[in-house]
């Protein structure tokens, strides 16, 4: 099978993400389906729908999360939407035919989003252009199986880092959808029902099980608008009559390139790299595939094309989520092929305006709320790291995570006044929360605390060994 993936050094940070996302009980299980097997018609009908309805408000939330941020013409923030549909559709099909192979679903993140929102400062063409680029280093990645250097610079706390900073420097964007912004409107009366209304829906998932939990951002997206429309006044936006069309419209005109916008993008997505290795690692402990090696190495650069293609067209990419192993569990399918149908569905969607501008009629707030939710699990999940850690999170791990966090905080929420008052040159790296906050995590780790990095490294490594050993030793053979 050649050097194994798992081989790979960031592989201990990576299984712990792992086992907080996908909650399972490794060993084997009863499947109605396998990874290469073509169900019968009725069954991968259902199959298919189960995957649509869990994917499809992922990537409305994002998309309309996104929208707004680059586009204030409603139009093209339709055709922002319309392209998130058709490249998700179309890299999950060329996942699940080239590249990992798995039934992984695909969407967008919010580690990309904070991408984006680093980017504000800069033209929409130098957005894109650092997004094709990052997606064309992680295809360089993939290709020379040069990846695994990373970990030297992305130590555990690094990690923690970037994913908890990525619940964190969005919270300026949620409250823009939170907040309307028509001066009649009584801004109590909003936060009230986002804070209310998160409460709920986490509410809903601790009371949901099995496979209606699967389901849980669907319902709560339609409980959400019932209830926003009984309590606030509720305006119909105008529905798009084209059954067809294509979005030109955002397509981008030219290349932009920026140097710090491309570093902030470059560390999102050793992030959505972390979140890839996870949902892949997730389907290796428990169904156990063949050629795990090309798998990895196929879906990773499938991940990178998808960045590659967004940057193009002018939306954002995708990354494997790491639900979908929560989704195999429930409905015992591991059958890829729905997801491939499911991709085609979402082609359609996305050439669909009539379908888009329907969709878009969901109230900000209520795409809102289910984004906190998302982020709050992320968070959760991040923070949980500690536990699976060998002596947990120390005081000088707290340092490194801690004052990065609090200064992209602080940045984030800096007054537009006071950007405005910044040198043109500074303004768009020291007022970006993102770049401050990595690079505050990246000074005080590598260079206050390099040793304690450097043993981090090899505590991670011998832990791995030990780890080995000791299946090997119980006859359970390497993971």
């Not at 050629?291 to 990354?319: E, K, N, Q, W, Y």
Request: net charge neutral.
């Amino acid at each position: 099978m050649g050097r194994s993936w798992r081989n790979l050094e960031i592989r201990p940070v990576v299984v712990r993400y792992t086992c907080l996302c996908s909650s399972h009980e490794r060993g084997p299980m009863k499947l109605l389906s396998q990874i290469d097997e073509i169900p019968p018609a009725r069954t991968l009908a259902i199959a298919t729908l189960q995957w649509f309805i869990i994917l499809m408000p992922s990537a409305l939330i994002y998309g309309m999360m996104i929208a707004p941020m680059l586009y204030a013409d409603p139009a093209l923030q339709m055709q922002v939407i319309q392209a998130v549909f058709v490249v998700s559709g179309i890299f999950q099909i060329l996942q699940v035919f080239i590249g990992h192979r798995l039934p992984i679903g695909v969407g967008p993140t919010a580690i990309i989003i904070i991408g984006v929102g680093a980017g504000l400062a800069y033209t929409t063409n130098a957005i894109f252009t650092a997004m094709a680029i990052c997606g064309l280093a992680i295809c360089g990645l993939a290709a020379v199986k040069a990846h695994h250097f990373l970990k030297k610079i992305f130590t555990f706390n690094i990690i923690v880092t970037v994913l908890l900073m990525g619940c964190f420097a969005v919270t300026p964007m949620i409250l823009g959808l939170i907040i309307p912004k028509s001066a009649a409107a009584n801004p109590t009366d909003y936060l009230a029902f986002a804070i209310l209304f998160t409460l709920f829906i986490l509410g809903l998932s601790g009371f949901l099980k099995g496979m209606a939990k699967q389901l849980l951002l669907p319902l709560a997206m339609i409980l959400g608008v019932v209830l926003y429309v009984v309590i606030f006044p509720f305006h119909v936006p105008a529905i798009s009559s084209a059954p067809f069309g294509l979005f030109t419209g955002i397509i981008p005109t030219g290349f932009d390139f920026s140097l710090p916008l491309l570093v902030a993008f470059l560390f999102c997505f050793f992030t959505v790299l972390v979140i890839d290795f996870s949902a892949v690692e997730s389907m290796e402990l428990s169904l156990k595939p063949e050629g795990m090696d090309r798998r990895f190495r196929s879906g990773m650069a499938i991940t990178g094309l998808s960045s590659v293609a967004a940057g193009l067209l002018g939306t954002i990419g995708c990354a494997n989520s790491n639900f979908s192993m929560n989704v195999v569990l429930a409905s015992r399918q591991a059958s890829r092929y729905p997801l491939a149908i499911a991709g085609i569905l979402f082609v359609i969607i996305g050439f669909s305006p009539v379908i888009v501008s329907t969709l878009m009629a969901i109230p900000t707030i209520v795409i809102a709320c289910l984004f906190i939710y998302l982020l709050g699990g992320m968070f959760a999940a991040t923070l949980s790291l500690a536990k699976e850690r060998s002596g947990g999170i120390g005081y000088n791990s707290g340092l490194v995570i801690g004052i990065a966090l609090i200064f992209a905080t602080l940045i984030a929420f800096l007054p537009v006044t006071t950007k405005t008052l910044m040198n043109t040159q500074i303004e768009p790296v020291l007022a970006n929360s993102f770049i401050v906050g990595i690079f505050s995590a990246l000074v005080i780790e590598h260079l206050f605390f390099r040793g304690q990095a450097e043993q981090e490294i090899h505590r991670e490594e011998e832990m791995e060994t030990v780890e080995e050993d000791t299946r090997v030793q119980h006859g359970n053979g390497p993971l």
